[in-house]
């Protein structure tokens, strides 16, 4: 059986965890999120890909496609061998930009199903304002407001291509983040239950 993926895609902050934490409830989806598995990478001194890892997020650069693409296929593959009735996946802030998909597509796209592309739309001021709510508690010190500004325009111009392109093939799924998480999932509920 082969894994059946949702990317899940919107700027930082905009609610795609929490909204990929719902969906894990409600349908059985595995969340995977390759900025964690990269953070743990990094913080892991066994790791092969630490040190470039590091580097990469230090400099908030995307890291390389064949790290994150090795590490997705990694947890994949260790969740259907657990159990092979595990297949759906949603992967929360992947493809981050066209060299991802490219990635994925080369790598994992004989081997994975996706389904289509959630894209969580909100305002850049949105997501600079949660980031900075989240920079109260976090400790990242790219949680400041001159960092961010930078990064969610870098974030968007990135991403928005991978959504626009889905959208040519009907696979995509547009929610309107800027309402309150609750809001937000019944759309993701409404979304997903017309799919079947």
Sequence with gaps: MKPLV??????????????????????GY?????????????????SQYGEVTGKYIKEGK???????????????????????????????GFPRNQDNLQGWNKTLGGKADVSFVVFFDCSNEICIEQCLER????????????SLEKRVQACLQATKPIPDLHE????????????????????????FDKEG
Excluded: W
């Design 6 to 27: 949702l990317f899940v895609l919107s700027g930082p902050e905009a609610g795609k965890g929490t909204q990929c934490g719902r969906t894990v409830e409600k349908y």
């Design 30 to 46: 595995t969340h995977l999120s390759p900025g964690e598995f990269l953070r743990d990478e990094r913080n892991n001194p066994e």
């Design 62 to 92: 995307v890291v390389p496609v064949e790290i994150t693409i090795s590490l997705l296929e990694r947890e994949l593959d260790q969740t259907m061998a657990a159990n092979a009735q595990k297949n759906k996946f949603s992967i929360d």
């Design 135 to 146: 920079g109260k508690s976090s400790g990242r010190s790219d949680d400041n407001r001159e």
């Design 168 to 191: 040519k093939m009907g696979k995509v799924k547009k929610m309107d983040a800027s309402r309150s998480a609750e809001e937000v999932f019944d759309e993701v509920v409404k979304s």
